[in-house]
């Protein structure tokens, strides 16, 4: 496989962080923020865009190879993470010892005209939701698309939580991500250059890497749309037989029979 700019798959995934994991000492961002990302480690982190389910294959891989990363879950998007599909996987990720972080919205906060502690108020409301959900304490937040963002953080220098953009983390650090299922400039590439780097900090989005082999990166997004749909399929499938056979709906039917009968 291509280490620079390795396919989207789970089998090259397992080649990667085997390579990955032969070079640093793998953190997750709580650990890195506790020990203050000493050198030749990474911080292995993911964000969870759209299903945690998903997300459950590339955590049990970790777990085999004796790695443990960052998965960072939202209440805003368009999954409902307490939904037993996903819920059941949240738990299981952390059962394995990967750290449960909250993916959070800025836009969902009171915002700059706010006090920290409205701010931070509204942050533990959301935290406390995650915990009960992945029965973990919760104690790192990172941001959904921080770059798309068209107002400050008003989270990002609260204290209270490990926040995954803060600066600390990126001071003599690579950093490189998988968004929207590119790699940018020079990929992976920095990681194998002689002499280590000292730091790195990668970002992997699970729901892009898959049991198929490689494809156009538009073509996995109409992939990952493919299977959206069919988790919608199934609610609405799930959903006419409980109206097909509820007996509510059943007397309904009959008295709407025997109606148009006597008509």
């Not at 920290?116 to 108020?121: H, I, P, S």
Request: aromatic residues 10%.
């Amino acid at each position: 496989m291509d280490f620079n700019y390795p396919d989207f798959t789970l089998a090259s995934y397992t080649q990667l962080l085997a390579r990955l994991r032969s070079r640093w000492h793998i953190l997750r961002v709580c650990d890195a923020m506790q020990n203050a990302f000493q050198p030749q480690t990474l911080i292995l982190r993911h964000d969870l865009d759209l299903s945690p389910a998903l997300a459950l294959r590339m955590a049990d891989i970790e777990r085999s190879m004796g790695v443990q990363s960052t998965y960072f879950a939202a209440l805003h998007l368009h999954y409902n993470p307490h939904l037993p599909l996903h819920a059941d996987a949240l738990r299981h990720i952390a059962a394995m010892g990967h750290e449960i972080g909250l993916h959070y919205d800025g836009n969902l906060y009171p915002g700059a005209t706010a006090s920290v502690q409205q701010n931070l108020a509204c942050l533990d409301r959301h935290i406390h939701i995650l915990e009960e959900i992945c029965g973990r304490p919760v104690v790192s937040i990172a941001r959904h698309n921080p770059s798309l963002a068209t107002q400050s953080d008003p989270l990002q220098s609260s204290g209270t939580y490990h926040n995954a953009y803060d600066e600390r983390l990126f001071r003599d650090t690579i950093y490189m991500s998988d968004s929207c299922g590119a790699w940018r400039r020079h990929g992976l590439k920095p990681c194998w250059q002689e002499p280590r780097p000292q730091r790195v900090y990668l970002l992997i989005h699970p729901e892009q890497w898959g049991e198929t082999t490689a494809v156009d990166r538009m073509a996995h997004f109409d992939l990952m749309r493919a299977r959206a749909m069919a988790a919608y399929e199934t609610f609405f499938e799930e959903t006419r037989s409980v109206w097909r056979h509820h007996e509510g709906g059943k007397e309904h039917d009959e008295r709407l029979r025997l109606t148009r009968a006597e008509a």
